[in-house]
């Protein structure tokens, strides 16, 4: 079961590279970057809810992003924009969007509010991997 989700992942992040037209030398380590994401979400999101796991995901894709970007002297968006792919919540705004045609209001709300809060996730854990790399930067320079 994980293998095929893990799989499917690596293919959706590299095919979405497809389709932003990044270099294809970096479509491999885009879809590496997206199924180590989706890894980590799945594991967490049998231990914590679906946010939390979602944060460590994108935290996940971050880190290697930054790792892919100093090895193929590209830029990090290139692998971070790519990689999160499987952990945006696409098919949540679709359900919101869907019960809002509907008329199920209370049912579109429910889908919209974790539909954002897992998009807010996403941002907390590229930006908590951000700081933590700052971080690290810093305390390098001062022992160097």
């Not at 590496?32 to 944060?55: D, P």
Request: proline share 3%.
């Amino acid at each position: 079961m994980i293998l095929a989700q893990l799989i499917t992942s690596f293919f959706a992040s590299a095919g979405f590279g497809i389709i932003f037209h990044i270099p294809k030398k970096s479509l491999i380590p885009c879809g590496i970057a997206g199924m180590l994401g989706w890894m980590v979400y799945f594991l967490f999101n049998s231990e914590l809810n679906s946010v939390q796991a979602t944060m460590f995901g994108a935290f996940v894709v971050a880190i290697i992003s930054q790792w892919f970007a100093r090895i193929y002297k590209m830029p990090m968006i290139l692998f971070t924009a790519v990689g999160i792919i499987p952990l945006v919540p696409g098919g949540m705004a679709y359900d919101a969007m869907r019960n809002v045609v509907q008329n199920n209001y209370e049912i579109a709300i429910e889908f919209a509010a974790k539909a954002f809060m897992i998009s807010g996730s996403i941002a907390i854990g590229i930006v908590l991997s951000e700081v933590i790399n700052q971080v690290v930067k810093m305390l390098f320079v001062k022992k160097a």
